[in-house]
């Protein structure tokens, strides 16, 4: 019982130094290239991120609403990978879920004087 608290220690102990790595190397205005237990994950979302874009606060939610099983908030939001993931998966259940999430996180965003939210 000992041996497999110091391995779960152990593991923890590295995530924790991958995840400090990282963080080093973005302060350092350095592109993180981490190649340890999480590096292939960090490859994924490097891959798939982009900036924040400025969308309307009501247009989004009623995007959401309506179109959200088939993605049209993701391509209004221009987030064509995703959107393009809703569509080919919208005759499953996996988008409708992934829409109400989308607008759970939405909801509680504060809109600017114009209206707009950065998504």
């Known amino acids: 019982m000992k041996k497999k608290a ?8 590295a995530v ?12 350092a205005g350095m592109e993180a290239k981490t190649y340890g ?3 292939v994950i960090w490859k994924l979302i490097r891959r798939f ?3 924040k874009r400025p969308v309307k606060k ?8 309506l179109t959200g099983w088939m993605g049209g908030h993701r ?4 987030r064509y990978y995703l959107g393009a993931l809703y569509l080919i998966f919208c005759w499953t259940f ?5 829409a109400f999430i989308d607008l759970m996180e939405v909801i ?3 809109k600017d004087e114009n209206g707009y939210i950065m998504i």
Do not use: C, H, N, S
């Open 94 to 98: 996996i988008p409708v879920m992934m």
């Open 58 to 65: 009501k247009a989004y939610i009623w995007l959401t609403i």
């Open 6 to 13: 110091e391995k779960d220690t152990m593991v923890g102990q």
């Open 108 to 110: 509680p965003i504060k």
């Open 49 to 51: 991120e982009r900036e």
């Open 37 to 39: 237990i999480w590096g």
């Open 75 to 78: 391509f209004y939001a221009r």
């Open 16 to 27: 924790k130094a991958d995840f400090a790595m990282q963080e080093a190397m973005e302060e």
